[in-house]
């Protein structure tokens, strides 16, 4: 028995001990927001285009230096805006030797352009474009913007992919988009859950964060379903709103399902309660789930069937962004000092570069 208590209490010593922070890369120009690792090792960030000078929306790491991505002319809007990318928010690598695009089609957060908004695969192997799916104007609304993506191909005869509208203006939602026929479903419209926290404020460093309305005084920011994550057996959604603290959960079949209503949907959630304040998720082949808590620069982790535990935390994590697993037992994180922009405080832009790609082992 007391060997037992004191194994226990050496595995939970362990799991407390804070990983070490890795710097993996730099920024000194426009502000990253998304980061993906492909099987290969091949890192690929992101710039949206919300006010900074973004030469290239998508870049390949090279060498340490970001590298317009799958080239620089795709990387300028085109007439067709189904045909060169506007402003991407994310990336994420599949696994099956493709890196998808996510493109808001909307700069600076104004209403998306029409057929802009959509996802674009790239064949790692050649660099080369080999699918654009346009989101159907059935989903997508004039306040949408989607933020975050994960993929599931053991479903439909070319897979699914789940999407977050994190508007900051209209109702959050999750969007169901099935690659092969471009068929989507917006589900949870408006739902507690893909909203923002009634009330909510954030903190950091003991500063409230609140932006700048147009008549200069602070006014709540409220930014609706952010992160997301799928679990390894892919029939579990997780997902919370940036303006929140609560994780939820939903399974995937009735997101799936176009028989499901979002009355069925929303009595199968569940509140998986706090976590801390989080913009990106990601979840590991073991179950845990990975968020970011950005009002104390950390990382935290849940394990399956456990609770938070943080398991990073340093000056370096300001304002930890998208996460992303990598095929060497790293979690991957961009942090981009998202609240020190200018609209936050007063008109002054406080964002210190570089930004930074950072990781900590994971096992």
């Given amino acids: 028995m007391i060997a037992a208590a ?18 993996v890369a730099e920024f000194t120009g426009a502000m990253p927001t998304g980061v993906t690792v492909s099987e290969d090792g091949r890192i690929f960030v992101n710039f949206p285009r919300w006010g900074d000078d973004v030469p290239f929306t998508v870049a390949e790491l090279r060498n340490g230096k970001p590298v317009a991505y799958p080239d620089a002319a795709f990387n300028r809007e085109a007439a067709d805006p189904a045909k060169g990318l506007i402003s991407v928010q994310s990336v994420v690598a599949d696994g099956r030797g493709r890196v998808w695009i996510l493109d808001t089609a ?37 306040t949408t913007y ?7 191909f053991r479903v439909g005869s070319e897979g699914v992919a789940y999407v977050t509208d994190s508007s900051i203006k209209g109702p959050g939602a999750l969007i169901v988009l099935d690659l092969a026929t471009g068929k989507a479903l917006r589900r949870l419209s408006g739902h507690a859950s893909t909203s923002p926290a009634p009330g909510f404020v954030a903190t950091i460093h003991g500063k409230p964060l609140a932006a700048t309305g147009p008549d200069g005084k602070p006014q ?10 799928l679990s390894p057996d892919g029939e579990t959604l997780y997902f919370c709103a940036l303006s929140s603290r609560t994780l939820y959960a939903v399974p995937t079949r009735l997101l799936r399902d176009p028989n499901a209503t979002d009355a069925d949907i929303a009595q199968a959630v569940r509140n998986l309660g706090d976590k801390g304040a989080s913009d990106g998720l990601e979840a590991d082949a073991k179950g845990n789930v990975y968020g970011g808590d950005y009002e104390h620069d950390a990382l935290r982790k849940l394990a399956p069937g456990g609770t938070w535990t943080t398991i990073a935390q340093g000056p370096d994590m300001s304002w930890p962004d998208t996460l992303s697993v990598g095929p060497d037992g790293y979690l991957y994180v961009i942090a981009n000092q998202l609240h020190r922009q200018a609209g936050f405080n007063g008109g002054k832009d406080l964002r ?12």
Avoid: C, H, W
């Avoid at 004191?6 to 710097?23: F, G, N, S």
């Avoid at 989607?146 to 599931?152: A, G, K």
């Avoid at 930014?223 to 997301?228: K, L, R, S, T, Y």
């Fill in 6 to 23: 004191l194994a226990a209490a050496l595995v939970t010593a362990q799991a407390a001990a804070p990983a070490k922070i890795e710097r």
């Fill in 106 to 142: 909307a700069p600076g957060f104004a209403a998306p352009k029409a057929g802009g908004a959509k996802l674009v695969a790239v064949d790692l192997e050649t660099n080369r474009i080999v699918k654009t799916v346009v989101f159907p104007s059935n989903v997508i609304l004039s």
């Fill in 146 to 152: 989607v933020n975050d993506m994960r993929f599931d």
């Fill in 220 to 229: 709540p920011f409220n930014v609706a379903a952010d992160g997301i994550a």
């Fill in 352 to 363: 210190q570069k570089p930004y930074r790609l950072l990781r900590v082992k994971i096992d």
